[in-house]
Structures are given as structure tokens and as C-alpha cells.
């Protein structure tokens, strides 16, 4: 059964303390996307890319599992069903130290604003929906920077998946939680494995601050109030090019 979506209006408010950037070991920003599949996060976290990019500002964009150094190893081990959740989750967690040691972490000290699509968070929610230990997952990540802002889209389950399932011939294994047994149907095992995801990412919108944004909302006028929270929160003039 789908659950509704939380009041939203408090929670595109800004957090104290949250986005002061001058706080931090470094003078770049942070800003992440995070939601179950279908939530509409990568399509705002692009229109938010292409913005800042028309105005000069200075963005790395970075997303969930693209070192090349782990790629390989994590397709060998999908295409020959080998991982457990634990190897699955290693594994990401790999990539992600790999992406936060040559990416993420030297642009934030030089001055960059960071745009992740999908961040810790991914791995909070969907290796615990795997069965991890949320207190190991917290500790395997323990060195990753906090974000500045972290948007949450949130859409119903069924909207967000009936989304993918429109728009995909077919899920894959992994993708739709077929590793756990959860059901020989593979559309109804990824409607199961979504919904505990989203249930582990709801239980974080408070202790991670996260920013909820209605995924259900039109998308122009999502991305308006994207790009006004992160004015908000975020002093853009930094990252803007200087002026000759």
C-alpha cells in the first residue's frame, strides 16, 4: 500500500546551520540528490546542472557508482549473480571512496560547488534494505563530508513506480531486489524492494535534514524552488565566475 507523501511546506525551509558554508574545512559546497527510482531526483538535479553551468558557475557533477575503477568488477559480478548484500555493498562503498578521494573531497577544497546524484544516503537506505546493519553502513561511510543541502524527492511508491516500469522493456535482477527472494514476480519484487527503501529514506528525513521536495509537483515549477533553496542556503557569488 502506497503511503502519502509527508507536509512538505516546513521542510523547504532553510535548516539552521545547516548550509553555512564558511563552517567547513573547505570553501566549496556540497548539494545532493537522494529518492527511491521514479522520484523525478536526477531529472531536477540536470536542470539544476545546465542552470548553473549557463551562469559560469564553477560545478563538478558527480553520480552513485561510476568509478571506473569498481565498474568492472561490480558488472562481472551482476551479469554472474555473485553478490551478496554485503559484497554489493562493499562495493559501492568502494566506488564512492574512490569518487570522494579524486573528486569530490580536491574540488570541495578548490572551491567547488559539488552536485551528487545520489549520495551516502543511497546506501543508508537500499544496502539496509538488503539487510545491512544501518549502524555498519553508518560507520563504513563515516568519512564522507556532510552535504550542504540534501534534496529528498519523494513521490508515492506506486507513481514512482509505475515511472519505471513504463519506461523500462525490463528490470534488471539486482535492481529489482530478485537476490532477495522476495518474489518470483520481478515487477512485484521491485514494488517490495522500493517500498522498503522509501520507508528507510523517510526515517532520515529528520536526523539527516533532508530538504523534501513533492515529487509529484510539476516539474518547472520543482525546479523554481530548487534553484530558490539553494539561493537561500547557499551564497552563490562564490562559485560565480570573476568578474574582469
Known amino acids: 500500500m502506497a503511503t502519502s507523501i509527508p507536509e512538505i511546506s516546513a521542510a523547504t525551509q532553510p535548516i539552521p546551520g545547516l548550509a ?14 537522494e529518492g527511491i527510482d521514479g522520484s523525478g531526483k536526477s531529472t531536477q538535479l540536470y536542470l539544476l546542472k545546465r542552470w548553473l553551468e549557463i551562469g559560469g558557475y564553477r560545478i563538478h557533477f558527480t553520480e552513485w557508482n561510476s ?16 553478490l551478496t548484500p554485503t559484497t ?12 570522494c578521494e579524486r573528486q569530490i573531497l580536491p574540488l570541495l577544497h578548490g572551491g567547488y560547488l559539488v552536485l551528487a546524484d545520489r549520495y551516502i544516503y543511497t546506501a543508508f537506505a537500499r544496502d539496509a534494505a538488503r ?11 563515516s568519512f564522507a563530508p556532510i552535504p550542504d543541502i540534501t534534496f529528498y524527492f519523494r513521490a508515492p511508491l506506486e507513481v514512482a513506480v509505475n515511472r519505471i516500469v513504463a519506461g523500462r522493456p525490463k528490470l534488471k535482477y539486482y535492481e529489482a ?11 512485484e ?51 560565480a565566475p570573476k568578474k574582469k
Not at 20 to 33: I, Q
Request: glycine letters at 6%; proline letters at 3%; aromatic letters at 8%.
Open 20 to 33: 553555512v558554508v564558511s563552517k567547513r574545512p573547505y570553501p566549496g559546497a556540497l548539494v545532493v540528490v
Open 67 to 82: 568509478s571506473p575503477l569498481v565498474r568492472s568488477a561490480t558488472r562481472r559480478g551482476k551479469q554472474r549473480r555473485l
Open 88 to 99: 554489493f555493498s562493499l562495493l559501492h562503498a568502494a566506488d564512492f571512496a574512490d569518487r
Open 131 to 141: 539487510g545491512c546493519s544501518p549502524h555498519w553502513l553508518r560507520n563504513l561511510y
Open 177 to 187: 531486489g530478485m537476490d532477495l527472494g522476495i518474489s518470483l514476480d520481478r515487477a
Open 189 to 239: 519484487s521491485f514494488r517490495i524492494f522500493q517500498e522498503r527503501i522509501l520507508n528507510n529514506y523517510d526515517q532520515m528525513v529528520e536526523t539527516d535534514h533532508f530538504v523534501l521536495m513533492d515529487g509529484t509537483v510539476r516539474v518547472n515549477r520543482l525546479q523554481k524552488l530548487m534553484r530558490q533553496i539553494l539561493s537561500d542556503q547557499i551564497e552563490l557569488a562564490q562559485f
